[in-house]
């Protein structure tokens, strides 16, 4: 019987996991420079991870300003399939340990799953209690997430490659990143590895398993039974007000053991009818609204994408892809009039395409 990692560094398996990291990318050079050289790519990846050798190479960073600033951090290719064979090996194993509401990098947990269900908890009335963590990735203290891949991960040599990949991601957000103390800290403190780029699936898939202890926390210590979240954006309901104040102190004190901070001020209790922004809606019980600025965001980059399409910089394929995907996210919340506005024609028509 083969072990974990000798599953994870079969040539089957990486040429699965290179079908996975290819999706949707067919275009990029890096992909196709790899395609060409399959086999041969592959075999070099056993060799070097039976081998010990792997080492992943730099990455590739830029800013993307859509709704904030963030710094992307993209791996070459050939690591992006080592991502992908490392988490489809060790994904059954944490699946099992999330909680049901944990929503992002899971499959059937999308972003509308998750408004749904936020929507489903809205209806049973009260008020929420909506939370985010500041500077969530370039927080993520690397002893910590070790621990807790060392918890459910058996094979050492699973783990070898999961600190090999972690390290790679050390001091890539330390620009992102201020300094925050926390009890029993010392000087040596500042200088403890942290940081998960934003772009690689291990980075989504380890932030589930980063918070994770704190999903249990708030369902098992505080029951709650109405509370979901999506990445660092979390939410609890109740019918009583002051519980949940009681409970956004007790989550604040539970963070210091994950070496993180809530955005205190912008975690509000509020009553359920004033409505929930999250996720780019604001949530009501029996409707939900695009927030504001999604649409102007989506209706700048598509005036640009349009005169591009006059200047014969983009083709019409790609014009219609843009509207059509960002149709169909807007077509989760009671948006037919602003669709129409922007986009200046039938939305239905337009999905029927």
Same mark, same amino acid.
């Given at each position: ?23 949707? *990318? /067919?275009?990029?050079? %890096?992909? =196709?420079? +790899? ?7 592959? &075999?070099?990846?056993?060799? #070097? ?18 709704? *904030? /600033?963030?710094?992307? %951090?993209? =791996?070459? +290719? ?7 064979? &490392?988490?489809?090996?060790? #994904? ?36 929420? &209690? ?224």
């Amino acid at each position: 019987m083969q072990t974990l990692f000798e599953t994870l560094s079969s040539f089957r398996h990486l040429h699965m996991s290179f079908r996975a990291a290819r999706k949707g *990318k /067919r275009a990029q050079s %890096s992909v =196709a420079a +790899f395609e060409r050289n399959l086999e041969e790519e592959l &075999l070099r990846l056993e060799d #070097e991870l039976r081998a010990k050798t792997y080492r992943p190479g730099p990455y590739r960073s830029f800013y993307r300003t859509e709704a *904030k /600033r963030r710094l992307i %951090s993209a =791996a070459p +290719f050939r690591d992006r399939v080592v991502h992908h064979a &490392l988490i489809a090996i060790i #994904e059954p194993l944490f699946e099992r340990r999330f909680i049901f509401d944990s929503y992002a990098n899971r499959k059937g947990k999308g972003t509308h799953r998750a408004l749904d269900r936020c929507t489903h908890f809205l209806r049973a009335g009260g008020y929420s &209690l909506q939370c985010d963590i500041r500077q969530f990735f370039p927080s993520i203290d690397h002893a910590i997430l070790m621990r807790e891949l060392n918890r459910v991960i058996s094979d050492q040599e699973v783990i070898s490659l999961c600190e090999r990949i972690l390290e790679t991601g050390q001091g890539v957000l330390d620009e992102m990143y201020e300094m925050r103390w926390f009890p029993g800290d010392n000087l040596l403190s500042a200088a403890r590895p942290r940081g998960l780029p934003l772009g690689n699936l291990t980075s989504q898939f380890w932030a589930n398993v980063y918070l994770n202890p704190l999903d249990h926390f708030i369902k098992r210590s505080l029951k709650c039974t109405r509370y979901l979240r999506y990445v660092d954006d979390f939410v609890l309901f109740s019918e009583d007000k002051a519980q949940l104040h009681q409970w956004k102190s007790e989550i604040i004190l539970f963070l210091d053991n994950l070496r993180l901070t809530l955005h205190e001020t912008a975690a509000p209790v509020r009553p359920v009818p004033e409505g929930l922004p999250f996720l780019g809606f604001i949530l009501y019980p029996n409707y939900r609204r695009l927030k504001p600025r999604t649409g102007h965001a989506f209706r700048r980059r598509f005036g640009t994408l349009i005169r591009q399409y006059q200047c014969g910089q983009v083709d019409l394929p790609r014009l219609t892809a843009s509207a059509q995907g960002w149709a169909a996210h807007a077509n989760h919340g009671d948006t037919y009039g602003l669709r129409r506005l922007i986009l200046g024609v039938n939305p239905i028509r337009l999905m029927e395409r």
